[in-house]
């Protein structure tokens, strides 16, 4: 009888022996041996890059005075608007759009380039100057022209060169990081390095397009 439970035992511990070795066998061999290793942390940091979705990489802030004025026939100028601000922005990524790939102890994550973000203009309203006593300056149109103001300082600092490099700079020392991160947690990561390759055709527009 005690035979008998031995034998049952034994058989019992067999069985989940082999299916602990079922389930995790084959990833315990691709980690260990070949490319295996790559491959599981490519798999790991592209999950990581998915949780982690969206990326604040760069902040602008500029201060600055816009002039508005207007002018009527004979009169010259009738109404006029000095308007202290600062305006503040910031460059985004998603990194749900990240594409990771892994190849001989590397990994490439292609990513779009920063998008632009978050505008906010801030007037100094106890420093604005109004001269408007011939053409009063209405709610609606002062709110105009904040908005326009708002709307003219995004684009130009969209279109900024500086403020772009600065912001894939940074982008890339992040990834870097992240990456770096994940390794370290992993334990797996000997011999495994990293390149970040900006690339626009992961943009939605240029996605859509292509599509249609």
Do not use: H
């Amino acid at each position: 009888m005690i035979r008998f439970a031995k034998r049952l035992i034994g058989f019992a511990a067999c069985i989940v022996v082999a299916l602990v070795l079922v389930r995790f066998g084959p990833t315990l061999w691709v980690r260990i041996f070949g490319g295996g290793n790559t491959q599981w942390i490519s798999e790991r940091f592209s999950e990581t890059l998915r949780e982690k979705n969206e990326l604040v990489v760069y902040e602008v802030e500029i201060t600055g005075q816009e002039t508005v004025s207007q002018d009527a026939w004979l009169l010259g100028t009738v109404q006029k608007v000095e308007m202290p601000y600062t305006f503040q922005m910031s460059f985004t990524v998603d990194l749900s759009q990240a594409v990771v790939s892994a190849g001989e102890g590397l990994v490439e994550v292609r990513l779009p380039s920063p998008s632009p973000a978050y505008p906010r203009l801030t007037v100094q309203e106890n420093e604005v100057k109004k001269s408007d006593w011939l053409y009063p300056l209405t709610p609606e149109r002062y709110a105009q022209i904040q908005q326009e103001t708002e709307e003219r300082l995004f684009a130009q600092c969209s279109e900024n060169e500086e403020y772009r490099a600065g912001a894939w700079g940074v982008t890339v020392r992040n990834v870097e990081s992240l990456f770096q991160s994940v390794l370290e947690q992993s334990g797996w990561g000997n011999g495994c390095s990293i390149r970040v390759v900006q690339d626009d055709s992961l943009r939605p527009e240029a996605v859509e397009e292509s599509a249609a």
